[in-house]
């Protein structure tokens, strides 16, 4: 069974101020994507960076996540910590994630390079730092949804298979 | 009051070797772009680590610079360490501003990837290295600047207002 | 006399399982791009991070070599270390290198984000990775190589010379 974990970062949101929007944006993302059968764990933290690692060390050795998506919590603000928790907590970074991003945000509005967000590995699982906004949400994965099937299949993880109408998986021959 | 810090890092301007036209360049840059009020705080430093440090230190938290500006030694040569210096001191990195400022330099040198520069955040203040050529400070400038701002506003400081015929702020609408 | 380190991470091809057809193309690469006589010292290793490390400080500190190319171990799988064994001996990072190497397979694969790559300096020593691929390491060093000369020139390196039809390096005028 796969197993995908969802971490909506938002001191508001846990507070009950408002309702998450964004991880559940991430969750009619993945919806859209993937055909294979999954299940999500979805948790909404507040911007503190411990719980943030605990989070994600949960999901990951705990659950078995084999990805792990966050949202919120990776701007300038002094409450953003998104990036540091999940920089703590991997063993291996993958900045080629952030880079593209930023790069894809950037066609839309100048501010893209305030976004810190980042991506790493631990064990056998992908940690993916998402924007906070609903909107942004979609931009990202779809720029950076392409690489991760393959990505799992490289740490022997399960198959994620798409619907390639929507979201076109790229597995290189080998 | 807006105070901004400018640190030219320069063995060579340190010791009057040759006058620091980087700094200079960066200040009339600013005064180009800004229309609020504002006070330059400027300083010289050789390229000692531990200095560079120690300015950025002053600048930020007993200068109250919102923004703090450095150019030079930001390249591979032995003596080029304002980056470790400026990722020693700050608590969370903005990997984007070096980014974009390496693509955006990209267009014009090959060579635009030797440039280690990095940005970062200081409890509220936001360090920004900028080459240490007056050519490319406007260029790197140019081409982060629209973003400042915006983030300083998010980390709730001074509102910089500026002049939009040369330098069009971008703040997200609410 | 030039001398430049290659390193191929594989611990298949440290196994004998298949020859090393990576390190290969780099050494073949190099040999179009430079017309100054220089020196190979060429390296197969598993995928260990300490081995890695270990034959980085040999190549820089014993050898002397002014540029250490690695291939391999870049990737997301458990075994691929190569980046965390370059970040582990180099004093200071080139961010670049890594930056536009995927911005460069990106407009070929959108897995280019996978790849880990990393560069840096350890003392007058360029370390750059490049992937594992034989197709890719043509385009990686078709990208940067570029600029690779002047690094070395400011490093007070040797004078890679070029033959220019095949790889114009740039040395910006003084």
Redesign the interface.
């Known amino acids: 069974m796969i197993k995908i974990g969802i971490i909506a970062v938002s001191d508001r949101a846990y507070a009950g101020v408002y309702e998450d929007l964004s991880g559940k944006a991430i969750v009619s993302t993945l919806n859209d994507y993937l055909i294979s059968e999954w299940k999500e764990i979805y948790k909404i933290v507040p911007d503190e960076q411990d719980i943030i690692e605990k989070i994600i060390i949960e999901l990951v050795d705990k659950d078995k996540c084999c990805l792990v998506v966050t949202t919120g919590g990776t ?4 409450r ?2 998104t ?2 928790a999940t920089e703590a907590v991997c063993d ?9 991003m ?2 894809e945000s ?1 066609k839309f ?8 967000q ?1 991506a790493g ?1 631990r064990g ?1 699982s ?1 940690i993916i730092n998402l924007p906070g906004k609903p909107k942004s949400i979609r931009e990202c994965l779809d720029a ?1 949804f ?2 991760v099937p ?2 799992i299949d ?3 993880g399960p198959c994620l298979e798409c619907n390639e109408a929507v979201m076109k998986p ?3 021959k080998k």
């Open positions: 701007g300038p603000a002094k953003d910590v990036p540091e291996r970074m993958m900045p080629g994630f952030g880079e593209l930023r790069a950037l509005v100048p501010t893209a390079i305030l976004s810190r980042t590995l056998r992908l950076v392409p690489a393959y990505c490289l740490m022997d790229f597995r290189p």
